[in-house]
């Protein structure tokens, strides 16, 4: 099992930005992936989840708006996207494989972490 | 929304035992999972659904969950496992994770 992040970026406020999270090694529709931010020096922050089945997804009242979620089945690849950058984006983001049981989730395995510097 | 507590820091001697705790309301009859980062790192997990340790995690590392705090125990703390330790639940269709916890290996 391997998530792959997309490489990092540097951006300038109100540009937009998609970041993405390839699978490998197993079969993608079957898992949830969230998403999780982790600003400089700080803790980890729930962003949202996305089912690749339907493309349902569950947002943090935090980023719900600000961030959407997405996924392309047909390469196994899921996204995170910003319409407009602000300098407070400016974090490591990593996308996580979810592991759900009777009702509760969890995160099995880790993407490396994509790094978006936003900066005028 | 619901809120999880961590101490900023713990400290343990090498070779002792290492307690970190997460606290929250009624987090007895809620699901806790634990995750390791040590610095420049992506987290991993080490403890899931309370105190079920993920394949190639070792059995030094144990969990609980009871009344008003859930406990990652690390028995024999190595060198390598100072890192900081992060709580996770979910709640109300939202994952919370806690603040975080710096394990420092004396």
């Known amino acids: 099992v391997q998530l792959e992040q997309s490489g990092a970026e540097v951006k300038k406020p109100g540009e937009s930005l998609r970041i993405s999270c390839r699978a490998s090694?197993?079969?993608?529709?079957?898992?949830?992936i969230t998403w999780v931010r982790q600003m400089p020096g700080k803790g980890l922050e729930w962003m949202g989840r996305?089912?690749?089945?339907?493309?349902?997804?569950n947002y943090s009242p935090s980023f719900q708006g600000h961030v959407s979620v997405s996924v392309d089945t047909s390469i196994n690849t899921a996204y995170l996207q910003w319409s407009s950058l602000k300098a407070s984006d400016t974090a490591m983001y990593y996308c996580?494989?979810?592991?759900?049981?009777?009702?509760?989730?969890?995160?099995?395995?880790w993407g490396q972490g994509t790094l978006v510097t936003v900066s005028s | 929304s619901y809120e999880l507590s961590q101490p900023l820091s713990v400290s343990v001697a090498l070779g002792q035992t290492a307690i970190i705790t997460c606290g929250g309301l009624?987090?007895?009859?809620?699901?806790v999972h634990w995750y390791q980062q040590k610095p420049g790192q992506a987290p991993v997990l080490v403890m899931f659904r309370d105190n079920n340790r993920p394949s190639g995690i070792p059995e030094r590392f144990s969990g609980s969950n009871s009344g008003k705090t859930a406990t990652l125990t690390i028995s024999g703390a190595q060198a390598g496992d100072e890192a900081d330790y992060y709580c996770q639940v979910w709640d109300n269709k939202i994952d919370v994770f806690g603040g975080g916890t710096k394990l420092t290996v004396l």
């Open positions: 996305i089912d690749p089945t339907d493309s349902f997804t």
């Open positions: 996580a494989r979810v592991i759900t049981v009777a009702g509760f989730y969890y995160f099995d395995q």
């Open positions: 090694g197993y079969t993608f529709t079957k898992f949830w």
């Open positions: 009624n987090i007895g009859v809620k699901v």
